[in-house]
């Protein structure tokens, strides 16, 4: 199923702040760190309900209990305190959960590894009904060692996708989508991602479509023809990643959004837009190098979209 234009949407699409725009702040106040002004979750949700977001996507990543290769080493019941003040919170100030996500790595050479990180997503599954994301973000994980011995295929089809249709039928008794993200690593196309997608065949599963990770497989982004990604990503999609840059963070290149709406508006796609931020390490903006968590540059690029898709809905 390719990219086939229909109608022209001019409604609007609600916004939602995803947390890894804050990741330095958040995880300097998590882990009691001192590289950057510490920034705790539910003070997040409020400065995005501030700044004017319709939602938030709550990065697992930033609550407390999250380990990045195991289960919490806390007892459940104290995560589960936390997502629910998160929920709690969301709801009194009429702000939307629309998503949250783990990292993962379901393509590692070691069995066991891979049993642990589909075990730790079935964990993040409930958190997120508990929390009431709808959709819980997943990745392949990155490029194992033995893909050349392999090739794509057999790493796809005997680790990626088994491991896919295992959380996709455990998320659906929850009630919770399982968006699966392209991010420059196994899938790094459209043409790749959506093969994975239609090789699981889960009504769960849809894709996150990341504005600024499709590039060649094991290539560069540059020059790449990221719109055409985009579009043919569309009709399997059930979230974005909307980033400023489609090549990379500290890139010159700027997403062209009357474009992005524009071909956003011709798909059935009418879901949230979680916009996310990110820097390179070292770079003098850098959250890490700043007095304040970066919500001016947050706040610039919401306007930049929400002015990019008023005007595109007169087109």
């Given at each position: ?270 879901g949230y837009l979680p916009i996310e931020l990110l820097w390179r390490q070292g770079e003098a903006e850098h959250p890490g190098q700043r ?25």
């Amino acid at each position: 199923m390719d990219f086939n234009p229909g109608p022209f949407y001019t409604g609007s699409f609600p916004i939602s702040l995803n947390f890894y725009s804050l990741d330095a702040n958040l995880k300097a106040w998590l882990k009691g760190l001192d590289d950057a002004p510490k920034l705790d979750t539910l003070s997040a949700i409020r400065l995005a309900q501030a700044a004017g977001f319709d939602g938030v996507d709550v990065t697992a990543y930033y609550i407390p209990g999250y380990e990045p290769s195991s289960l919490p080493q806390i007892a459940e019941a104290e995560v589960i305190e936390s997502v629910h003040a998160i929920r709690r919170l969301a709801e009194d100030l009429h702000m939307a959960i629309s998503g949250t996500g783990v990292g993962n790595d379901f393509v590692h050479p070691d069995e066991q590894v891979r049993l642990t990180h589909i075990s730790r997503t079935k964990y993040w599954t409930r958190m997120a009904k508990e929390m009431g994301a709808p959709v819980l973000r997943v990745f392949s994980g990155p490029i194992p060692a033995d893909l050349d011995a392999m090739g794509w295929e057999q790493v796809v089809g005997t680790r990626l996708v088994p491991a896919l249709q295992e959380i996709a039928e455990y998320a659906a008794a929850y009630g919770v989508a399982i968006g699966l993200q392209n991010h420059g690593d196994m899938l790094s196309t459209a043409d790749q991602i959506i093969h994975t997608i239609q090789w699981a065949d889960c009504p769960n599963l849809g894709i996150i479509n990341d504005t600024g990770s499709f590039r060649p497989f094991r290539g560069s982004a540059v020059n790449y023809d990221w719109y055409h990604d985009i579009a043919k990503a569309l009709p399997y999609s059930i979230g974005f990643q909307v980033k400023e840059h489609p090549d990379g963070p500290g890139s010159e290149e700027w997403l062209d959004l009357p474009r992005f709406f524009s071909i956003l508006r011709q798909s059935a796609y009418r879901g949230y837009l979680p916009i996310e931020l990110l820097w390179r390490q070292g770079e003098a903006e850098h959250p890490g190098q700043r007095v304040a968590p970066p919500f001016e540059d947050i706040a610039r690029f919401l306007s930049r979209v929400r002015r990019a898709m008023n005007e595109s809905a007169n087109l």
